[in-house]
């Protein structure tokens, strides 16, 4: 690692190059920000001064007497790379860049070669610099800076930046850490989050991103490691759905950069959220580590109305309506009004005595059933929000489950928001937002899990067959062939243990009436080989159900001159011939695409000729175990009739699944030359699941650099 984080991010000394006397300039506000420790020794640089605000300024950075620990610049552009020469010569450990850069002009590479040539760490440039209130550093030319807190923040966004930080001041929201990390020629996420790891201020830590991640394994290795400890939070924006690829397969026309983000947040056990609001909410309500063990939820209110619009929210997202339990229930019942008995939200009126409120929340959260609560209050009846807090306040104390609280109005109820708040209880404005909160809590629980699956490299069985396909696609490549053809992309998987149905390539009608009627038997399936078509049924390049030799070599000819017809310069390698499979239960998909910033993703879904427009599909990065192949299915719609069956056909046996899912995984760990592969559909007949068709692009690699999480 170059240099020392902690020095320049808790430094004793701090030189400002670019310090100004004119009032509200950007050099004089960080001058002032610098000025708000009186425990460092500041030293303002810039020759057309003699001192700035009873400081002695120097001409240059060489000129500063003593040692300096951090160097701010917020000069001209062009005079950056000078003054960045001189700092590491100057021996300083750390330099932050608050000027603005154009990225366009190849800023970042001569600036990096000057950090590993000084062993100079560099935040920025195009930063707004970094605020540590807890140990009073203010590296930054914003003039509103906020309270302490335990929550950190990190970015690369300066405007962004800029109107969340306002934003939280305004809600009075206090930081641990602050900085916005602008262009990451040199510290960039992962090193920042490595940091705060340790940083016993931080308790929670809230990302903010538009772009890449930098080296994505070092920050995949950086966010595990500090999620292991401490909830991590993630806003990102992206174009979810766009690629700007070649569809050559359906993983790539499915599956964009953001899809495959999304599984990397889950896999390193961070939470994405959806909107800037609920950033805060949800980090500082993660730090008090009250996780719900389900998604059941249960709703007390004293007003019908918005305990429903509570109700439909929770379903909506995806959460339960808790039932209580029979003797709950029958301790309910004998609390609240028989008029307004419901199970789920139990509506205790408005007239329900301090009392009534601590008798059914006690009651409630006493049930094994409930794994959380929501308790809603609107000022009315007899109920002061003062007393209703202090019922909350006192519940929440005896209880591990989380407990959310909504109080609807403006200053009627400030009083009791100020209670339950001094005791770190959350309270919203509204049902909805509790609501979504709570879902976010369930979600940051399952990550978690997944965050501790660390799946072992399995054992190459017949390495002899593994060394003959790595020759194979070398050969392939070789000869600028990038793909198999069917009948490889079979034998391919059978030897990587995925069950497929036998297929050959053909050449004529003929050959396929012999292989029929020496391997296969009737009836059979015709389909189209040609690296160029990706749904055959489009361009009329499939018949089924053929029965005879004499309809076999008729539908062959009608074949061809389809496919012939409505693509008339398409190369056509032959026709794949296979035994029919007269009753497929369920059409499934397994893929996968390689990223050029994030690496192989894996993709399993509903399948078949609807694939792209039903989208039922969750992403996953290899390597997979039983539990995350399990976890892969079980974000999918298709999930419940595989698990439950439908409509008289079977379930499907979900563990031959899994192990196809984990073999699938293990495929892409051995042979880094796959750069997208298709197996649409994974047919699921009687229980048992086996591939019919396969598609696999490959490509020159390396053995694991295409897997952000190693083995």
């Known amino acids: 690692m170059l240099g020392d984080l902690r020095r320049f991010l808790n430094p004793r000394s701090i030189a400002l190059i670019g310090a100004t006397a004119k009032e509200d300039s950007l050099g ?4 002032t920000n610098l000025l708000r420790s009186k425990d460092r020794k500041i030293f303002p640089v810039n020759p057309r001064y003699e001192n700035i605000l009873g400081l002695p300024c120097y001409p240059r950075i060489v000129d500063v007497p003593g040692p300096v620990d951090l160097g701010v610049i917020i000069t001209p552009a062009v005079t950056i790379p000078r003054l960045v020469e001189e700092c590491g010569l100057a021996g300083i450990e750390g330099v932050i860049i608050l000027s ?7 800023w970042e590479k001569g600036l990096c070669q000057k950090a590993k040539k000084y062993g100079l760490r560099i935040i920025g440039p195009n930063s707004l610099g970094v605020i540590r209130p807890s140990i009073g550093l203010y590296a930054t030319y914003l003039k509103d800076v906020p309270a302490t807190g335990s929550i950190a923040f990190l970015s690369r966004s300066e405007g962004f930046s800029r109107a969340l930080l306002d934003w939280a001041i305004d809600r009075h929201i206090g930081f641990s850490f602050f900085a916005s990390i602008g262009s990451m020629v040199d510290v960039g996420f992962a090193e920042l989050i490595d940091y705060l790891a340790y940083d016993y201020p931080t308790k929670s830590l809230v990302l903010y991103m538009e772009d890449g991640v930098g080296e994505a394994r070092k920050f995949i290795s ?19 759905g766009q690629t700007t690829e070649n569809t050559r397969t359906h993983a790539s026309s499915m599956v964009g950069r953001e899809e495959i983000y999304e599984a990397v947040f889950k896999r390193i056990g961070a939470l994405k959220v959806q909107e800037a609001t609920d950033l805060f909410n949800v980090a500082g309500i993660l730090s008090a580590k009250r996780l719900p063990q389900g998604n059941r939820l249960l709703i007390v209110t004293n007003t019908r109305g918005i305990g429903s619009m509570a109700a439909n929210a929770l379903l909506s997202l995806g959460g339960e309506l808790a039932t209580l339990s029979e003797a709950v229930s029958r301790q309910v019942q004998e609390i609240v009004p028989a008029r307004r008995r419901s199970l789920n939200p ?8 301090r009392e009534t409120y601590g008798r059914v929340i006690a009651a409630v959260l006493s049930d094994t059933d409930v794994d959380g609560l929501l308790v809603i209050f609107t000022p009315q009846g007899c109920v002061t929000a003062e007393d209703f807090a202090w019922v909350v306040r006192d519940a929440f104390m005896k209880t591990a489950k989380p407990l959310l609280v909504t109080m609807v109005g403006g200053k009627e109820v400030k009083g009791g928001r100020d209670i339950l708040r001094d005791a770190n209880i959350p309270v919203y404005d509204t049902a909805e937002e509790a609501v979504r909160v709570y879902c976010f809590l369930y979600r940051y629980k399952r990550n978690l899990e997944l965050l501790y699956e660390t799946p072992k490299e399995l054992k190459v069985e017949g390495a002899r067959a593994k060394g003959d396909f790595a020759h194979s696609f070398r050969c392939l490549l070789k000869d600028g062939i990038g793909r198999l053809n069917e009948e490889q992309a079979h034998r391919f998987l059978r030897a990587c243990r995925i069950p497929t149905v036998d297929c050959y390539l053909t050449r004529d009608g003929k050959e396929a009436v012999a292989i029929t009627r020496e391997f296969l038997g009737y009836p059979v399936v015709l389909k189209v080989s040609s690296p160029y078509i990706l749904s055959r049924p489009d361009v009329g390049g499939i018949v089924t159900n ?16 389809r496919v012939r017809k409505n693509i008339p310069e398409v190369r056509i390698e032959g026709i794949i011939i296979q035994r029919m499979l007269e009753k497929i239960d369920y059409e499934l998909y397994l893929g996968a695409k390689k990223d050029k910033e994030l690496g192989m993703a894996i993709i399993f879904g509903m399948g078949g000729v ?19 192949a399990r976890r892969l299915m079980e974000e999918t719609k298709v999930f419940k009739m595989l698990f439950h069956g439908y409509r008289g056909k079977a379930p499907a046996d979900l563990s031959q699944l899994e192990e196809i899912l984990v073999n699938f995984s293990q495929m892409l760990v051995d042979f880094p030359e796959i750069q997208e592969i298709d197996i649409n559909p994974l047919a699921v007949v009687d229980g048992k699941t086996c591939a019919l068709d396969a598609r696999i692009i490959i490509h020159e690699g390396d053995y694991c650099p295409h897997l952000v999480i190693p083995p």
Do not use: C, H, W
């Open 28 to 31: 004089f506000v960080t001058l």
């Open 100 to 106: 603005r850069v154009d990225r366009q002009k190849g």
């Open 222 to 240: 950086a966010s595990r490691t500090f999620a292991r400890e401490k909830p991590l939070v993630v806003l990102r924006t992206g174009e979810t």
């Open 346 to 353: 139990i509506n205790i009126g408005e007239e329900a005595q």
């Open 546 to 561: 053929i029965n005879s030799e004499a309809e076999l070599e008729e539908e062959y000819e009608r074949l061809l001159q």
């Open 610 to 628: 609807m694939v792209e427009i039903l989208r039922d599909f969750s992403v996953g990065l290899p390597p997979l175990n039983q539990t995350l």
